[in-house]
C-alpha cells in the first residue's frame, strides 16, 4: 500500500506515464539477470570472457553486438524523425531536443562505430570503447545543455522558444564537431581501459554521473518549471543508459556479455524516447477522439436546444398575436363601452330633466292644495332625481377620464387646491372644519381631472366626518425617488421623481380590510341613509392616477380617521 503511494506520488510530481516506467524497468531486470551472475567467482580478475577480435571469436557475440549497435541507430533517426514531426504539429521545442540529440548521436555512430566494427584497422580495445564514450558524452551533453537552456531562459513558456530552435540546431552540431574532433585522440588518453581493476573503464564513471545527475536533479528540475511529456519520458530513458554505464565500466573485453549488455541498454535507452513519442501520439488521438465525441455531443445537444427555441418562438409568436387579438378585442370593447355609457347617460337626462321640471311645476302650482303625503311623495322623487343626476355625472367623468399626451399641462397642485376649497366653501364653514395645506409643487398633468381628482378626496374628508367633531384635514406634498414605490403595483418608473400627496384627516375612518376595496366600482362601505354617495368617486380618483401613470392608496382605522396617499410622477 505504502509503495503504491510513493509511486503515485512520485508520478503526480514528475508526471511519469507509468505503464512505459514499469516496461522499461522490466526490460533493464533481464540483462541484469544474465550478466550477474558472471561476478559470483572468486575473482574480477579470475573472469573467462568469450571475445571477438579479427584473427578469431564467437561470432554470435559480434553479431548480437552489431543488433544492438544498428538497433539503436535506427532508434535515434526514427526518433529524430518523429520529434521534427512533433514539432511541426504541436511547436514544442522539448521534444525536437530530446530528438535532435538521438538523432545527431545516431549521426556519429553511423559515421564512427559502424564503419570501425565492419572494416577495422585499429585495435578494438581501445577503439570500440572510446567511440562508444564519445557517443555517450555527446548524447548527454546535448541533453544537458538543452534543459539548463529551458531553465535559465528568460521566456516562460517552452512553447515560446520557437524562434530560438535553429540557434539550438547550430550548437548541436557544434557539439558534433567537438565529437569528430575528440574520436581522432581521445585513444590516447591514458587510463581508458584497465584490465588490472575491478572498474576496467573508470572514465565511464563520468558520463555514468552526468547521467545520474541529470535524471535525479536536472530534468525533475525542468519538468517541474516547464510540465513537458517529453521531460517526463527523457527521465525513463535515462535509467537503461545510466545501467548500461554500469555494465560498460565492468567489461574486460569486447563483444562479452557485460559490452553487450551495455549496448542493449543503450538500445533501450534510445528506444524509449521513441516509445514514448508513439505513446504520446496515441493519447492524443484518444484524446481528439474524445474531444470529437463531446464536440458531437454538443452539436446534438445544440440542434436540440435550437429546435427548442424555434418551437418556443413558434408559440409566443402564436400567444403575441393571440394577445395583440385580444388587445385590439378590448380596446374595441373598451371604446364601445364609453360610447354606450355616453350616450346612455345623455338619454337618461332628458327624461330626467323632464321628472324635474314636471315636479317643480306641481310644486309651485299645487303645493299649497296637495296633501302632505301627496308633498312628501314629490320631495323623494325630486331626491330620486338628484341622486340619479349625481350617479349619471359621475359615470360621464370616469368614461371620460383618458389620457391623452397633448392634454398634458403644467399644473400648480396648490392653486388647484385652492379653488377646490373655494367650491366647497359652504360645506366647511357649515362643518367648521379647518384644513392646512402644504403643497407647493408643479407636474405635467390634465388640469380637469386633477381638479376632479382632489375635489373627490377631499368632499370625501368632509362627509365622512364624525358627529359633534369639527373635521380637521391636512394635505401635504413632497419629492420622492422612484426607487422607493418598486414594491408597489402599476406603472411605476424606480429612476423617476415623485410627487407624494397626503391627505389626512379625523373622519370615521375604516377598516384596514377595506383599504384596497373602497377604490372599486360602486363600493360603499355605509348605507345610503347614512352617507350620501354613489360608490364611484374613490373609483374615479383611481382611473385619474392611473392616468397620470401615479398609483394611489389609502390607510385607516375605524374611529380614528383616514389617510390618502397619491403617488404621481413629477
Request: glycine share 6%.
Amino acid at each position: 500500500m505504502e509503495n503504491r503511494l510513493f509511486i503515485r506520488h512520485y508520478k503526480n510530481r514528475l508526471n511519469l506515464p507509468s505503464a512505459l516506467t514499469v516496461t522499461v524497468l522490466a526490460i533493464c531486470v533481464i540483462p541484469a539477470i544474465i550478466v550477474l551472475p558472471q561476478l559470483g567467482v572468486n575473482s574480477h580478475a579470475d573472469l573467462k570472457y568469450t571475445n571477438y577480435s579479427p584473427a578469431g571469436g564467437n561470432l554470435s557475440n559480434f553479431l548480437l553486438y552489431h543488433t544492438w549497435l544498428i538497433f539503436g541507430i535506427v532508434s535515434c533517426f526514427i526518433a529524430g524523425g518523429l520529434a521534427l514531426a512533433h514539432y511541426a504539429f504541436r511547436k514544442e521545442a522539448s521534444g525536437l531536443t530530446a530528438g535532435i540529440a538521438l538523432a545527431i548521436t545516431g549521426l556519429y555512430d553511423v559515421f564512427y562505430s559502424l564503419p570501425y566494427d565492419v572494416l577495422p584497422t585499429q585495435d578494438f580495445s581501445d577503439g570500440l570503447y572510446s567511440r562508444w564514450l564519445i557517443s555517450r558524452l555527446l548524447h548527454v551533453s546535448i541533453l544537458v545543455a538543452s534543459t539548463f537552456y529551458f531553465i535559465f531562459n528568460a521566456n516562460k513558456s517552452i512553447r515560446e522558444n520557437n524562434k530560438d530552435v535553429p540557434f539550438l540546431i547550430f550548437t548541436y552540431f557544434l557539439f558534433f564537431t567537438a565529437a569528430v574532433a575528440l574520436t581522432a585522440f581521445l585513444k590516447t588518453i591514458p587510463g581508458l581501459h584497465n584490465k588490472n581493476q575491478f572498474i576496467t573503464h573508470p572514465y565511464e564513471l563520468l558520463t555514468l554521473s552526468i547521467y545520474l545527475t541529470l535524471g535525479s536533479i536536472i530534468l525533475p528540475h525542468s519538468l517541474q518549471k516547464f510540465a513537458s511529456p517529453f521531460s517526463g519520458i527523457i527521465i525513463i530513458s535515462i535509467i537503461p543508459s545510466a545501467l548500461a554505464g554500469v555494465f560498460m565500466a565492468i567489461h574486460r573485453e569486447d563483444f562479452d556479455v557485460f559490452f553487450n549488455a551495455a549496448y542493449f541498454l543503450r538500445a533501450t535507452g534510445y528506444l524509449t524516447p521513441l516509445a514514448g513519442i508513439v505513446l504520446n501520439y496515441i493519447h492524443a488521438i484518444k484524446k481528439e477522439k474524445q474531444i470529437a465525441e463531446h464536440l458531437r455531443t454538443q452539436k446534438l445537444a445544440s440542434l436540440r436546444t435550437w429546435k427548442n427555441l424555434e418551437e418556443r418562438e413558434s408559440s409566443l409568436a402564436k400567444a403575441g398575436a393571440d394577445l395583440e387579438r385580444k388587445v385590439e378585442e378590448l380596446k374595441r370593447s373598451n371604446q364601445e363601452l364609453e360610447q354606450f355609457a355616453y350616450v346612455a347617460s345623455h338619454d337618461i337626462q332628458e327624461p330626467l330633466r323632464k321628472i324635474k321640471a314636471f315636479s317643480d311645476l306641481i310644486e309651485r302650482d299645487y303645493g299649497n292644495s296637495l296633501p302632505d303625503q301627496a308633498q312628501d311623495y314629490i320631495a323623494r322623487m325630486r331626491k330620486a332625481a338628484e341622486r340619479l343626476q349625481l350617479l349619471i355625472d359621475n359615470i360621464l367623468s370616469l368614461s371620460r377620464a383618458r389620457k391623452s399626451a397633448n392634454e398634458l399641462v403644467m399644473v400648480d397642485l396648490k392653486e388647484v387646491i385652492n379653488d377646490v376649497l373655494s367650491d366647497l366653501e359652504y360645506i366647511i364653514e357649515k362643518k367648521n372644519a379647518r384644513i392646512g395645506v402644504k403643497v407647493d409643487m408643479q407636474l405635467r398633468a390634465i388640469p380637469v381631472q386633477m381638479r376632479q381628482l382632489f375635489q373627490n378626496l377631499i368632499s370625501n374628508a368632509l362627509k365622512f366626518s364624525r358627529p359633534e367633531v369639527p373635521p380637521l384635514i391636512t394635505i401635504e406634498a413632497i419629492y420622492i425617488d422612484g426607487e422607493e414605490l418598486k414594491n408597489r403595483t402599476g406603472d411605476i418608473n424606480p429612476q423617476a421623481l415623485y410627487c407624494r400627496i397626503e391627505i389626512i384627516d379625523n373622519g370615521i375612518g375604516f377598516d384596514k380590510q377595506d383599504a384596497e376595496k373602497i377604490f372599486n366600482l360602486f363600493q360603499r362601505l355605509h348605507s345610503r341613509t347614512e352617507y350620501e354617495g354613489t360608490g364611484l368617486g374613490l373609483a374615479l380618483c383611481k382611473k385619474i392616477t392611473e392616468n397620470h401613470l401615479g398609483y394611489i392608496e389609502a390607510e385607516g382605522e375605524e374611529g380614528n380617521g383616514a389617510k390618502i396617499r397619491i403617488y404621481l410622477p413629477c
